[in-house]
């Protein structure tokens, strides 16, 4: 029977030739960012915006991107205008969002939920907007900031307001829009946009025409219990 020391030595000389290839793995193995690999490294590169280079675009220029068949001069006409229905689509859309918030009193529960659904209409056209200026090679405005400096749809308070006042306030908003809706609608038509017409046509002007009549409707003045 071979003694405990003699078992124990062959074992000792194996441990030592082992643990040199032990200590070199993780060198082989592990990349900067404390993965297993080397060429990949997971930790984010922050704070770029410091140091930013030129934007790959300016805001108010037009880029022959797409091969739409529609020269500079259309497009950025285009793009203008609706930079501008995008900026008052925007507003009235979260018009709708503080209003259906804040409204109070009897007809509370059908404007909260007439609010919200007008919201999502126009949250849709928002998108609908910006997506046809991207398409045109121009750059959406987008921040609330430049959104309130071009905007035509006068600031709202932050206050709470009545009912009647938040709907008409809406109808004001919708009422400027259309207005606008109908000048770019016809300016690009002329222009021969025909994409741009149908965008402004067939969904911003039938939505929000179809809102206007849906709000007005709640500030006319008729008898609740007794007809006069």
């Given at each position: ?94 018009m709708y969002k503080k209003h259906h918030w804040q409204v109070v ?37 987008a921040m609330a900031h430049d959104v309130a400096e071009l905007s ?58 179809m809102q206007v009549w849906f709000v007005s409707e709640h500030v ?9």
């Amino acid at each position: 029977m071979a003694s405990p020391a003699k078992t124990a030595a062959p074992k000792a000389a194996a441990a030592k030739k082992a643990a040199p290839a032990a200590a070199k793995a993780p060198a082989a193995t592990v990349g900067k960012g404390a993965g297993s690999n080397a060429a990949v490294d997971i930790q984010p590169v922050l704070n770029q915006q410091n140091h930013a280079p030129a934007p790959t675009q300016r805001y108010g220029t037009v880029s022959q991107r797409l091969p739409i068949g529609l020269d500079e001069q259309t497009r950025q006409a285009s793009v203008t205008g609706l930079n501008q229905l995008l900026a008052d689509t925007i507003t009235l859309r979260d018009m709708y969002k503080k209003h259906h918030w804040q409204v109070v009193g009897p007809t509370f529960y059908q404007l909260h939920l007439l609010y919200d659904k007008h919201y999502e209409e126009q949250s849709t056209l928002v998108d609908a907007i910006a997506e046809r200026i991207q398409i045109l090679g121009g750059v959406a405005v987008a921040m609330a900031h430049d959104v309130a400096e071009l905007s035509s749809i006068p600031r709202v308070p932050r206050d709470r307001e009545e009912a009647p006042v938040q709907v008409s306030r809406l109808l004001d908003g919708h009422q400027r829009l259309l207005k606008n809706c109908h000048d770019y609608a016809d300016t690009a038509d002329k222009n021969g946009d025909d994409g741009t017409n149908d965008l402004i046509v067939s969904q911003l002007i039938r939505t929000n025409e179809m809102q206007v009549w849906f709000v007005s409707e709640h500030v006319v003045d008729s008898p609740l219990i007794k007809a006069e």
